[in-house]
């Protein structure tokens, strides 16, 4: 899972990401609110742990402006010290899925955010989503807004890639280590697996998510 973390106090935000990316989560942090809503508008992640009481914009703020202006339903869990019915109400009523009070165990938090991130829409814990294009990862089945996608190997490969880290730019390197370790072929032969794989999951499609950074590599990212 890719979790959003908007956190105010260092010691807490540094302890909830050691334990999630030990649990395998990507994690991305924020100390204040402004930078937590930025990121949560601009990136692409599978639930957001959203403290109350931040600098720049409280939790609730930010909360309501995610619900408002995203096009993602990201599920949202606010993490506070309060813990009157009034808060946990207001918590609710601007679009939070869960809430969760300070102390707390980092065992309970987890099953909470998989909790909230499984009663999503369309979220299961082995499909990888972007936009309107999904991986089942048991499957191996790559559907786009329906239609079913062939795709050998190494474009499934490619795709898990990018998906994993969008919208995140991913070097060419990184692909050629993944495809072929230290035995990289010519250096025609990911540019054309890529070409292959964006006329696959991009040509039939008016959103087009697979794009090129000159230079640098490739990024998979949705209409924003």
Known sequence: MRILVIEDHKDILANIS?????????????????TGLHLAMTGNYDAIILDLMLPG?????????????????????????RDQLDDRLTGFSVGADDYIVKPFALSELFARVEAVAWRSTGFKKHILQIHNLTYDLDSLEVKREGKLLKLNPTHLVLLEILMRKSPSVVKRKEFEQALWGSNTPDSDSLRTNIYTLRKTIDKSFNVHLLHTVHGIGYKLEGPR
């Open 57 to 81: 914009m409280n939790g609730n703020l930010v909360c309501k402006s995610i619900r408002e202006n995203s096009k993602q339903q990201v599920p949202i869990l606010i993490l506070t010290a």
């Open 18 to 34: 050691e334990y999630l990316t030990l649990k395998d989560c990507e994690v991305t942090g924020a100390l204040d609110g402004l």
